[in-house]
């Protein structure tokens, strides 16, 4: 059972694929039927804890309470800002959850439509109408720089074991780099350095289930930066 | 349906005039993920046709009366583009198109989870590029591909086939002159493994006899074309061996700040 | 609605790299995004060519049949172009009628076709003042990411090149290749900025103050031009935009073999 978490198997699942039929309890990305385990979505299957899930390959964000998103304002009203987050639903934002005192009327001039900026979920209903916050540590408008939207499925890769390769791109380019979970990437530094670093996370993105995946976005990085390979990873 | 008997679709030996059997398919490719704007998208091709879908959603819900607060709405549009046939079809729906973007429209409801995305609408757009016959079930079969590569969640993939009745014999996946000149065509889609029927049509004539004929033909050939969707899928995601053993430990997304 | 807004900083990150001569996608000024060309995509078409510009797709096809000529043009084959911008390519586009750009790609389309006198129209004469072929050219948009104009104008001139006149099938004598004289390239540039970038993806035609659509023919002579967007041109940009089309054309037009 160890071994199942240590080495989840890479298989691919396809919808109504059976996952399981009887000792695995149904977890994300799963449905029962008859008592039994279905995969509900096109991903890989992954057991941990005596729970069956499937990972997705692809599919939109849904926003969930806590995330640290990237979004942009699409609309603004007199007393709130409409955020885009990258899902089906966009977050109205009020300006009772901002760090600054907005007078009503006034919310252009804090922030208007096509600025970026890091919040966090507050809350999500049944309906999933979805609000949320910038008023917490950290949180702030985003200025300079690039962003670039990943599949969302793609971000645990993005981000690696602990953070590693994010680590490893962040380092080796000598760039600031935020992962939404929202699937929005936030880059700052030298624009050549940013430009290295936007294509080595395009090169996870599209080679996810590649071997040695690290390996080979750190020789792209050594050869663009002209650096001698630092530690393993 | 002519029903023209006096046109010969099936010789004496029972090949058909595109050389197949009477029980046989015709060459099928499917491949998913072609587009790189859309969600999902799917490629198909039965025989002469030539289907591409794309699926948009879950996303806002235009018209926004159509919202529902519990769910997702699946509205699927099916066309096909003015030179998918041999005369000029005038650009736009006609009432074709409507009726048959509602039976697809319904059968995906079927199978997609809707309840996990209310107030949204998941948009399937089902394009006919080339027409030679069973388009409808080659734009079903595209489009709930499409569905499984855009990461949304369904119970099963939905493949589909039409069947035929040519010269007083079931037949398999009509052709162009055989749908024109045969006497019965039967469009189906099914779920290959519970047997649910999400889709059914027929027009023209058949005994009871012939009917029971043709589903046990229709469903032999949809566990076939099932295979063939989830191998596109499977495809997409070609894994070379194995992966980094914990690398990409699939855990909630942390976020690391620069 | 939250898919046209371009955020400030992308839209910045642009300006940044065009002040160091650099694109996104690490083009040259003047440098094409990879294109394929597949003819004959679509079989019931008298003639069809699927253009990929980058990671805009588009499909033209050609239809013909027996028709009215014009009244003031007798002896003359009809030229009909239109371009249906489907929801399928874009979260931008919707279902319906032709909008203004579907409407706007289509006439310049066309334009570029018939001003160029690609077509000998009046060798799709059968009988003056009674019959003539009328030759349809329908565009589709497959996946859109940015200049339509050249793709849909490669695919045209590409499907027409390889079209062949249903005769037989109308009791009109024997099927034969479409009477081409000449070989009209497009090329689209944008100006962000003062800068001149030609093949704009779709960002960068968002960023863009104007864009400019130039097609010439064999010679370099210029047979139609389309200014668009709401900002202004230079005459210098303008006439550096024709110099880029006329060069550029003559790779484009070897494409097509």
Avoid at chain 1, 138 to 154: F, P, T
Avoid at chain 2, 126 to 143: D, F, K, M, S, Y
Avoid at chain 3, 7 to 27: F, N, Q, W
Avoid at chain 3, 223 to 248: F, H, N, P, V, Y
Wanted: with cysteine; hydrophobic share 40%.
């Amino acid at each position: 059972m160890n071994r199942e978490n240590e080495h989840p198997s890479r298989e691919i699942v396809i919808p109504g694929d059976l996952l399981d039929s009887g000792k695995l309890k149904a977890g994300s990305g799963t449905y029962v039927q008859d008592g039994k385990v279905y995969a509900a979505l096109l991903g890989i299957k992954s057991v941990k804890s005596n729970f069956v899930n499937v990972i997705p390959l692809g599919g939109r964000y849904i926003p969930s309470p806590g995330d640290t998103v990237i979004g942009k304002v699409i609309d603004i009203g007199p007393s709130n800002w409409l955020i885009d987050i990258n899902s089906p639903y966009p977050a109205p934002l009020h300006v009772n959850e901002v760090p600054w005192r907005v007078d009503f009327g006034d919310t252009a001039r804090f922030m208007n439509v096509g600025d970026t900026l890091l919040a966090k979920i507050l809350m999500v209903d049944e309906t999933m109408r979805v609000q949320v916050t910038m008023k917490e540590q950290g949180l702030r408008k985003l200025q300079g720089g690039q962003v670039m939207e990943i599949s969302y499925s793609k971000v645990p890769r993005v981000i690696g074991k602990g953070g590693s390769m994010v680590q490893l791109i962040k380092g080796m380019t000598n760039t600031r780099i935020f992962v939404g979970q929202n699937g929005r990437i936030w880059f700052d530094g030298e624009i050549e350095s940013i430009l290295f670093a936007i294509r080595a996370i395009k090169m996870i993105e599209e080679n996810a289930q590649m071997l040695h995946l690290t390996e080979r976005v750190k020789e792209y990085l050594e050869s663009v930066t002209k650096q001698e390979g630092a530690s393993s990873g | 349906m002519g029903g023209n008997s006096n046109v010969k679709l099936i010789d004496d030996n029972g090949i058909r005039m595109d050389g197949r059997k009477a029980d046989e398919l015709r060459q099928i490719k499917i491949e998913a993920g072609v587009l790189k704007r859309a969600d999902g998208s799917a490629y198909v091709e039965f025989g002469k046709n030539k289907v591409l879908a794309a699926v948009y959603g879950p996303r806002e819900c235009h018209p926004r009366h159509m919202q529902d607060p519990s769910k997702a709405i699946v509205q699927c549009k099916y066309n096909m583009i003015s030179f998918s046939v041999e005369d000029r079809k005038r650009p736009g729906p006609d009432r074709r198109s409507v009726e048959i973007s509602k039976i697809i429209s319904e059968a995906l409801e079927y199978v997609v989870f809707t309840e996990n995305f209310p107030r949204t609408s998941i948009d399937v757009y089902i394009e006919v590029l080339q027409a030679n016959a069973g388009t409808r079930c080659a734009g079903l079969t595209a489009a709930s591909v499409a569905l499984a590569d855009a990461g949304i969640p369904m119970k099963d993939l939905v493949p589909s086939v039409a069947v035929g009745k040519v010269n007083d014999q079931v037949v398999l996946d009509l052709q162009k002159e055989e749908d024109n000149f045969g006497q019965a065509d039967l469009p189906m889609a099914m779920i290959p493994r519970t047997g649910e029927v999400l889709l059914l049509q027929m027009d023209g004539h058949l005994t009871r006899a012939e009917f029971d004929l043709a589903v046990e033909l229709g469903t032999g050939a949809m566990h076939k074309i099932y295979a063939l969707q989830r191998d596109a899928l499977a495809r997409r995601y070609a894994v070379e061996g194995g992966s980094e053993e914990s690398e990409d430990e699939p855990q909630t997304a942390q976020r690391t700040e620069g | 609605m939250s898919r046209s807004v371009m955020s400030e900083i992308k839209r910045d990150h642009i300006h940044k790299l065009l002040a160091t001569g650099k694109r996104v996608d690490g083009r040259a000024w003047d440098e094409f995004r990879p294109i394929s060309i597949q003819i004959n995509f679509a079989e019931n078409a008298e003639g069809s060519a699927r253009v990929k510009l980058g990671n805009t797709d588009v499909l033209v096809g050609v239809k013909m049949t027996v028709g009215q000529p014009f009244a003031d043009t007798p002896d003359k084959g009809v030229l009909t172009t239109n371009a249906e911008l489907i929801p399928l390519a874009s979260p931008t586009f919707e279902s319906g009628p032709p909008d203004e750009d579907s409407v706007e790609l289509a006439r310049v389309c066309d334009r570029g076709i018939r001003e160029s006198q690609m077509i000998d129209l009046e060798k799709l004469c059968i009988e003056p003042g009674k019959e003539v072929w009328i030759l349809f050219t329908d565009i589709y948009v497959l996946d859109y990411d940015g200049n339509l104009f050249d793709a849909a104008f490669l695919g045209a001139v590409a499907a027409l090149s390889s079209t062949i006149v249903p005769a037989k099938a109308a009791g009109k004598g024997e099927d034969y290749p479409l009477p081409i004289r000449h070989l009209p390239i497009s090329v689209t540039a944008a100006q962000i900025e003062n800068s001149i970038l030609v093949d704009p993806t779709l960002d960068e035609e968002k960023v863009a103050a104007a864009r400019l659509t130039v097609t010439t023919d064999e010679n370099g002579d210029l047979r139609a031009m389309q200014k668009g967007l709401t900002g202004a041109l230079t005459w210098d940009q303008i006439r550096k935009m024709i110099e880029t089309s006329q060069r550029l054309g003559k790779d484009l037009r070897d494409m097509l073999g």
